[in-house]
């Protein structure tokens, strides 16, 4: 896919793996930076992207004398892109890390590829800035690079990282996070305050929301919270709704999560289920054995191509859980508290530094051990309000470093 700005343009989006969170950034640069041409692969064949988008795009994207800047994600090989292309390797060159392959999980049953890890490191020495979307992911990969190369047989390049890391910063994803109060059933609305602002993307940070009081509004006002009050009371008959919205992929290590529903449908704990996320190819097999024996308690199975229906599964769910082996950020998640969830997630990868330790589980057990808990009795989870501060997250918070990061000049 090509997109030509409507003016001049200056900044120029490259993105071979044109899917997910990697297409969402590339679009929301796209609508809200002035200037921008965007050049895209479909989001397919993931390791053929890697190996070939700079072919490819040294091939499709015409020589432009106003281009100034070149952004990126790090499944681009920038390095074979600029030699290819040198018209290009003048420009202020962008590398954003959405994930690092020097860290990324493998397979048992398959063997890491050096190639991937090691274009990406050639990327960051040809790259001017490189931008990681939390302090997990670059400190993950900077520290890895020298154990990295050792496998290297003979010739080792040496302090690779002591060159990359002045190049660094941190510049976490930035989140949409619209209103969903129309969304929400009425026990989420109870932990909201009565008048609730909404500016742009930006959410109210969740832990200074309060109960709502009814000392002070109009009569109807307080009608409205007891008819609310009243109809939480029913919602708190349901049984507990888990959500896993997830790619459909072994490195968010779905087999975990569904052994661990299971083992509660075994102990006869009841809930509602949940599973969302893209699927690409092959996925995992434990998925076809989980629909089978988890049927009777599925509200919704695949991905939903609509925003709207998303958000809404996520606004009606109670508890979002992350099994991940592989998270650098983890969009989903906090999609999902933005949605008024209460966030179970392992206390490893990006997680810590983003969540506070009373949402984290250290082993399956405990995972088990807390949904058991949540199911036998919902409103503990329903009735909480989760200690994260979605804003800071969002694109309004983050937009002006975006400019910045997208100017000619600076960082």
């Known amino acids: 896919m090509q997109s030509e700005s409507s003016q001049t343009p200056s900044v120029l989006l490259l993105e071979a793996f044109y899917g997910g969170s990697h297409k969402q950034l590339i679009d929301l640069l796209k609508e809200n930076i002035d200037g921008c041409s965007v050049y895209t692969l479909p989001a397919k064949k993931w390791h053929w992207r890697a190996r070939t988008a700079a072919l490819h795009f040294s091939q499709t994207v015409p020589t432009c004398p106003s281009y100034r800047v070149l952004f990126c994600s790090s499944v681009l090989n920038l390095c074979e892109l600029v030699a290819l292309r040198p018209d290009l390797s003048r420009l202020k060159k962008v590398l954003y890390f959405h994930e690092n392959q020097l860290v990324y999980p493998v397979r048992k049953d398959q063997e890491r590829d050096f190639q991937y890890g090691y274009n990406q490191v050639l ?62 059933p009425k026990h989420k609305l109870l932990r909201r305050p009565a008048e609730t602002s909404h500016v742009d993307d930006i ?11 009814c000392d002070g509004p109009p009569e109807s006002t307080c009608e409205s919270r007891s008819d609310l009050r009243s109809a939480s009371e029913e919602d708190s008959l349901k049984p507990l709704h888990i959500v896993w919205p997830h790619r ?18 075994e102990r006869r704990v009841d809930f509602h289920l949940s599973v969302l996320g893209e699927t690409f190819t092959d996925p995992p097999e434990i998925f076809v054995e989980a629909r089978r024996l988890l049927d009777a308690h599925i509200l919704n199975w695949g991905f939903l191509s609509s925003k709207d229906d998303y958000l809404q599964v996520l606004c009606q769910a109670d508890v979002v859980v992350s099994t991940a082996k592989h998270e650098f950020f983890g969009v989903a998640m906090l999609e999902a508290v933005h949605c008024g969830c209460y966030p179970l997630c392992p206390k490893d990868l990006v997680y810590p530094e983003i969540f506070p330790a009373e949402y984290l589980y250290s082993t399956p057990e405990q995972l088990c051990k807390r949904l058991q808990s949540f199911c036998r009795r919902p409103n503990i989870a329903r009735r909480h309000v989760v200690k994260v501060d979605t804003s800071s997250f969002s694109w309004t918070s983050l937009k002006e470093r975006f400019e910045t990061l997208l100017a000619a000049q600076g960082p």
């Not at 959410?203 to 009081?213: A, E, F, G, H, V």
């Not at 569904?258 to 083992?263: P, R, V």
Request: proline share 9%; hydrophobic share 40%.
């Open 248 to 265: 459909w992929e072994h490195d968010k290590n779905p087999e975990l999560f569904f052994n661990t529903l299971i083992k509660l449908k």
């Open 203 to 213: 959410i109210t940070p969740q832990d200074k929301l309060q109960s709502p009081r």
């Open 123 to 184: 990327s960051c020495l040809v790259s001017d800035v490189v931008v990681f979307n939390s302090v997990f992911n670059m400190d993950s990969f900077l520290s890895s690079i020298s154990s990295f190369m050792k496998k290297i047989p003979d010739h080792r390049p040496k302090d690779l990282d002591l060159l990359i890391r002045p190049k660094c910063v941190v510049l976490y994803y930035p989140l949409q996070l619209p209103d969903v109060s129309r969304l929400l």
